[in-house]
């Protein structure tokens, strides 16, 4: 059986704040340093786990709001984290399920509203009132900014599929003039000596 591992690049912080800053540029969207952090921090977390939704949003809202107020933070934080990120990432998704995009823009800045004001009735919580206001009041417009985050990646993504399909067939046919095209993207095929086995 063999071992299959994720290993998350180091440099993965570094590749979402630049695409979140470019996205930000590309659609004039002016937020805090604090909010792009926070939003840097929860694509690489979940990069590596993925959201879990595992109840219907609703449930999960009635859930938080009939809880302790410390987990109902926790329940309601969760919420708003995986409807952004799934409401940003997953569009086409949502454009085939039964509910549309207004649904999860509406559920996930409620959950952020409401964590901003248990925040700021918790000793020290009220540096966390400005993030949670500003991710509930704009969650639309940060939903946008993670769609361009999210075709960006996935066209990089074709771009990267269609560089290696290319170089593939290059290592097949030796085609002088794909040799020519992957060196316009900057690839320089190095031809190797065949060995023969006597």
């Given at each position: ?6 290993v ?36 690489c977390?979940?990069?590596?786990t ?41 569009v ?28 700021g ?41 269609d ?25 320089i ?10």
């Amino acid at each position: 059986m063999s071992d299959t591992r994720v290993v998350v690049s180091s440099g993965l912080e570094d590749f979402f704040r630049t695409e979140v800053t470019q996205a930000r540029s590309n659609l004039g969207i002016d937020l805090s340093d604090f909010t792009e952090f926070y939003l840097v921090n929860m694509l690489c977390g979940f990069s590596q786990t993925g959201p879990i939704l595992d109840e219907p949003l609703v449930l999960q809202y009635k859930r938080a709001l009939e809880s302790q107020t410390n987990q109902r933070f926790k329940i309601l934080k969760e919420l708003g984290d995986a409807t952004l990120y799934i409401a940003g990432f997953f569009v086409e998704f949502i454009e085939r399920s039964l509910v549309d995009i207004d649904y999860y823009v509406a559920m996930g800045g409620t959950a952020y509203n409401n964590v901003s004001k248990i925040a700021g009735n918790q000793p020290g919580g009220e540096v966390f009132v400005d993030l949670y206001s500003q991710l509930a009041h704009r969650f639309a417009e940060l939903v946008d900014l993670l769609n361009e985050v999210s075709e960006k990646c996935r066209n990089k993504m074709r771009a990267d599929r269609d560089l290696l399909r290319l170089y593939d067939r290059w290592l097949r046919t030796k085609s002088a003039r794909i040799r020519k095209l992957l060196a316009e993207e900057g690839l320089i095929p190095i031809e190797t000596p065949t060995k023969y086995v006597q």
